[in-house]
Nanobody, 128 residues
């Protein structure tokens, strides 16, 4: 059974930082070669990609967030991280960790439809 458990969300003031974690277990592929990503969904809006990593460990970031977020992995802990800096009120959203059932090469997938497994989400609230 695949489990993705996010943590690290919270309430911060604009300009602050947060590090989100996603502990993975039961993935069909070894963690080191799993396609994974971070997505976010604000109230009344669609779920959108924030940062994704493919099986070759190629990374892609949302253009609106590039330079303020960093995705990384700890293979020993089977944990995916999202470091977020210089947070803005518009970054307020539920942040989700996701993984694909199959491997992926080439350009990492930013489309949430490409992912099969989802965590429960962790709330990030940024106040001005």
């Amino acid at each position: 059974q695949v489990q993705l458990v996010e943590s690290g969300g919270g309430s911060v003031q604009a300009g602050g930082s947060l590090r989100l974690s996603c502990a993975a277990s039961g993935l069909p592929l070894p963690f080191i070669s799993s396609c994974m990503g971070w997505f976010r969904q604000a109230p009344g809006k669609e779920r959108v990609g924030v940062a994704v990593i493919n099986s070759d460990r190629k990374i892609d970031y949302s253009k609106s967030l590039q330079g303020r977020v960093t995705i990384s992995t700890d293979n020993a802990k089977k944990t995916l991280y999202l470091e977020m800096n210089t947070l803005r009120p518009e970054d307020t959203a539920m942040y989700y960790c996701a993984a694909r059932r199959r491997a992926c090469g080439g350009e990492p997938f930013m489309d949430s439809d490409e992912y099969d497994y989802w965590g429960q989400g962790t709330q990030v609230t940024v106040s001005s």
